[in-house]
């Protein structure tokens, strides 16, 4: 791999042990791509996952006095204002010093501390054909397929060292002829709200390895039904990037986003597919009853919650109700008046925060209702069951306590 004389370097120690570091495991990568040589980044996103693995790598990067080139933006790991102080259930002492620790080192990394796994909405967004570090399974696909920009689907670790040292190793994702879709995906199914992109991004299995290029969706697709998308089919499948016929920037017709090929597979997708899913993929409520709703995973838009306060404004809920947001779109609810409507409603909105996290403890053994099949596959392993449903029923539970 041939390295600039500033990457050069950087690798030999002229600007610390962390940036050698850092820059060691990129060239690592690199030679394992065969990339031919870096490239610079402005921008990052580190799916930091506030677990012990995480913990260890970042405070070992600060131990070795690393400090980030470009300021990336990080994922949630869970608000400790809401888990230490306001909240009826607190997280653990230490659950709630690991979290103060990974909010230090990031601090001391020089990352941008905005605890968000959907940046690429509001806070950190590329430009087209922009080279960038994203990792997370909604951030990736997005900024590719939908902003094309150019990020390979980077790990927690690898965007990290790219944010500290400024710079990717040029392969995968980053080349024109990569990022060519190879799958045709006819999509038959009735997507008639941001819910069906959540199932349509669970068809990892029927869709298969590869560029998924997807045909027949409608022609306005929201950016929350886009976010969506990408987060399924990452927990479904590992997909950097696909392309929507006559809407992605790299697909104005299906020719070209195939690159001119023949696609390697056709696929089709119904309604059934996507009702099968759901009900294959639900935990069973206790005799139609629920015990709490969440939202938010990848978090809600602030317009999501304004749908909400909509929905529930002057009602009281029969459930806990809790709405994972940005900390920006917190804030905007809090001036607009969101927050008080869905809090005297029996609804929480809160920032930073994810769920799969220890502070979720309270919910262990219980059933929750939700209308993200990520936000039901990852507390799974926390004792946390939930049923998947459409935003207007899980609502419509919140509020009588009953899958209708
Ligand atoms: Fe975001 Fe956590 Fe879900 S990082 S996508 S809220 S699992």
Redesign the pocket.
């Known amino acids: 791999m041939i390295l600039n004389d500033e990457q050069k370097a950087m690798l030999d120690g002229k600007y610390g042990e962390g940036a050698a570091y850092a820059m060691k495991i990129q060239v690592g990568i690199g030679e394992c791509f065969d990339a031919p040589r870096m490239v610079p980044i402005k921008r990052a996103h580190v ?1 930091l996952s506030n677990q012990a693995g995480d913990l260890w790598f970042a405070e070992k990067l600060v131990k070795a006095g690393a400090k980030c080139r470009v300021a990336p933006t990080v ?2 790991g869970f608000c400790l204002g809401h888990f230490t102080g306001e909240c009826a259930h607190p997280v653990d002492g230490p659950s709630a010093e690991h979290m103060q620790r990974t909010d230090n080192a990031y601090r001391t990394l020089g990352a941008v501390l905005s605890y968000n ?1 959907t940046p690429y909405i509001a806070t950190n967004v590329p430009n087209f054909g922009e080279v960038c570090a994203f990792s ?3 951030a990736t696909p997005y900024v590719n397929a939908v902003w094309g920009a150019r990020s390979n689907r980077e790990s927690a670790n690898s965007a990290l060292c790219a944010a500290i040292t400024g710079c990717v190793p040029e392969y995968g994702l980053l080349l024109d002829e990569n990022r060519k879709g190879d799958i045709l995906v006819h999509v038959e199914a009735n997507m008639k709200s941001d819910y069906e992109y959540h199932l349509l991004g669970m068809m990892g299995d029927k869709i298969g390895e590869g560029i998924p290029v997807f045909t027949g969706l409608p022609k306005v697709i929201t950016p929350e039904a886009l976010r969506n998308l990408g ?1 399924q089919l990452n927990t479904s499948g590992a997909y950097g990037m696909y392309h929507i016929v006559g809407f992605t920037p790299e697909a104005p017709t299906k020719e070209v986003a195939l690159g001119g090929k023949a696609p390697k597979r056709e696929v089709v997708i119904t309604d059934k597919d996507l009702k099968e899913f759901e009900e294959k993929f639900s935990d069973e409520a206790h005799d139609g009853k629920v015990d709490f709703a969440m939202f ?4 809600f838009t602030l317009e999501e919650a304004m749908y909400i306060a909509k929905h529930i404004e002057g009602k009281q809920l029969a459930i806990p109700m809790y709405i ?1 947001v940005s900390s920006h779109a917190r804030q905007m609810a809090d001036r607009m008046g969101i927050t008080d409507i869905l809090t005297a409603a029996g609804a929480e909105i809160i920032p930073d925060t ?3 996290q220890p502070c979720w403890h309270y919910l262990k053994g219980k059933v929750g209702i939700t209308e993200s099949p ?2 039901a596959y ?1 507390p799974r392993r926390r004792g946390i069951n939930f049923m998947i449903r459409d935003l207007d029923t899980c609502i419509e539970a919140a509020l009588t306590g009953e899958v209708k």
Do not use: V
């Not at 938010?296 to 978090?299: F, K, R, S, T, V």
């Open positions: 799916a994922n949630p796994c997370e399974s909604s987060a938010g995973c990848p978090h994972l994810c769920p799969d990520k936000c990852y």
